[in-house]
Every structure is written in C-alpha cells, then in structure tokens.
C-alpha cells in the first residue's frame, strides 16, 4: 500500500466520500480525541482517467501593470474609468477593438489539457460502530 495510512485503497475512497458529508452539522465547535472502530460496507466505480480542456489563469494584474506602463496618467485615469462605467459606449468600443484584443490575448488565455482523475461514484453504508468501550447498531446511512 503506497498511502501513509496503511489503508486498504479502497476503503479510503469509502472513507473519502463519507468523510464531512452526514456528521458535520451534528458536531459542535471544539477539539476532540479518541479511538473508533467503523465497520462500512461499500459499492464502488472508479471511472477511468480522463483529459478534460482547462484554462490557464490570466495574469490579469501583470497584463494591467504591462498596459500602464505604456500610457500617460490621464490616458490611464480615461480607461479605467471606461472600464468601470456601463454607459461609456462600451458596445461600440468592443466592436472596434475586440477582434484586436483577442488576437493579441490569445496566447495568454489558450486553452491547455489535462489529465484528471476517474470519478468515484457509489454508496457506503455503516455496519456498525464501536467508539471507546461503547457498541452501536447504527442505522445503514446511504451517502453516495
């Protein structure tokens, strides 16, 4: 088992979908310790891997600093105010410029693959549990 835990993988991926979904509002705020012994049934499908399109994040910052660095204060102080302002014919200047500014972003905002992780679908159901000396039935929680 490669995992720090010395789990089965499989139970993780059990555990993993149990945890913080159904207990989480019965706990209140606090620091707490102890022991557990859980038994849970599970039905698993781990579906395969897969490459999904993702986009990259924009330094926009970067891209506004670059952007002043090349204007005077009052041509700055004019754009940004454009920027802000819904009524400052902001249709007719996207119609002019658009085109251009798309061009010029493209390389930044390219869409790039990767590859993601198979979906974990099922259901886990708790046999039992033994917390300290303490035995409950507890009743079959359905939580896929």
């Not at 330094?59 to 920027?83: F, I, Y």
Request: charged share 30%; proline share 4%.
């Amino acid at each position: 088992m490669a995992n720090s835990f010395d789990i089965d993988p499989l139970v993780g991926l059990a555990l993993d979908k149990v945890k913080g979904k159904i207990f989480r509002d019965e706990v209140q705020p606090g620091s707490y310790s102890g022991t557990a012994l859980v038994e849970v049934a599970y039905r698993l499908k781990v579906g395969d891997d897969y490459t999904q399109r993702s986009n990259p994040k924009v330094p926009w910052k970067a891209l506004a600093l670059c952007l002043a660095s090349k204007v005077n204060d009052e041509t700055l102080a004019v754009v940004l105010r454009m920027a802000l302002d819904q009524d400052s014919g902001r249709a007719d200047l996207e119609r002019a410029t658009k085109p251009r500014v798309d061009v010029a972003i493209a390389p930044l905002v390219a869409a790039s693959n990767v590859t993601c992780k198979g979906k974990v679908t099922g259901e886990v159901h708790v046999i039992e549990a033994e917390v300290g000396e303490i035995l409950s039935e507890l009743q079959e929680r359905d939580i896929g």
